[in-house]
């Protein structure tokens, strides 16, 4: 990169030219680091996730319903199936 130096005979003009030229375009470099996030990017993680969540929870509730439910569980219970349900829906791709 090279350094300009500045007399006062330079007018505003000629500054902001050799500013403009000195340094990199900033909208330029952070576009090109800071990656975007779409549906597709998020999708496939969030699709894992979901998958393994559906195949792991009913390993939870089975005990519950093998050795009786109490009146205290039964909500529990109901939490566990309708996450083992969303999570069915939601992995179904993967």
């Given at each position: ?9 330079d007018t505003p003009t000629t500054l902001v030219r050799t500013a403009t030229r000195a340094l990199p375009s900033l909208g330029a470099a952070t576009s090109e680091r800071v ?60």
């Amino acid at each position: 990169m090279e350094r300009s130096t500045v007399s006062t005979s330079d007018t505003p003009t000629t500054l902001v030219r050799t500013a403009t030229r000195a340094l990199p375009s900033l909208g330029a470099a952070t576009s090109e680091r800071v990656p975007t996030l779409d549906r597709t990017t998020l999708a496939a993680p969030v699709r894992a996730v979901a998958f393994w969540t559906a195949a792991l929870v009913p390993l939870v509730y089975l005990p519950l319903l093998a050795s009786g439910l109490t009146a205290q569980q039964i909500p529990t219970l109901l939490g566990l199936m309708t996450l083992n349900a969303v999570s069915l829906v939601v992995g179904h791709g993967h």
